[in-house]
């Protein structure tokens, strides 16, 4: 009889173990596309990667000077990853760079091929007299690679068919 109700008492507390980190996990906050400072995750973040990023000469097809820096974040409490740019001196012109966050294979959940500053959960791109801008926070397992997107100038980006140099890609994390 005392054995049985060892085997039993012990039973119980595996299954309620498994049962409150089943429901812990199924209640989990899901921060994929948000605001990594909103949200609070950045408070727990790491930079994991970093890159130089440099202008680029449209007519002479090729890099130009250092302007800045692309960070890749990682935050160990919400398993989320981001990417931020800093530059070194104010944007010369409106819609002037942003910083981008790839899925790690081939698209996103949702089908899309990057969140951007101007993606919901972004600051948004950077525009006239401002120095940095970051993306949404992405599931760390579905990105772990950030860049930076420099435009040709004022009001022209990619979205309007404009040009841009991805620049300032970081290493996978």
């Not at 605001?35 to 090729?62: E, I, L, M, R, W």
């Not at 790690?104 to 791109?125: E, L, Q």
């Not at 006239?128 to 040709?152: A, F, L």
């Amino acid at each position: 009889m005392n054995k049985s109700l060892n085997i039993i008492s012990i039973m119980v507390l595996a299954l309620v173990f498994v049962f409150s980190f089943s429901i812990s996990e199924s209640f989990a906050k899901d921060y994929n596309f948000t605001n990594p400072y909103k949200s609070g995750c950045s408070k727990h973040s790491k930079v994991v990667h970093q890159a130089t990023v440099y202008s680029y000469d449209f007519k002479k097809n090729k890099k130009g000077k250092r302007i800045g820096t692309n960070f890749l974040y990682y935050s160990s409490s919400c398993k989320t990853m981001w990417s931020k740019v800093v530059l070194s001196k104010p944007a010369p012109f409106n819609k002037y760079a942003q910083a981008m966050i790839s899925p790690t294979k081939g698209t996103f959940k949702d089908g899309s091929s990057g969140r951007y500053c101007g993606s919901p959960g972004g600051n948004g791109i950077i525009m006239k007299g401002q120095t940095s801008c970051y993306t949404p926070q992405v599931d760390h397992k579905s990105s772990r690679k950030g860049s930076v997107e420099i435009y040709e100038h004022d009001d022209v980006w990619l979205g309007s068919g404009g040009s841009a140099y991805i620049t300032g890609e970081t290493k996978s994390y």
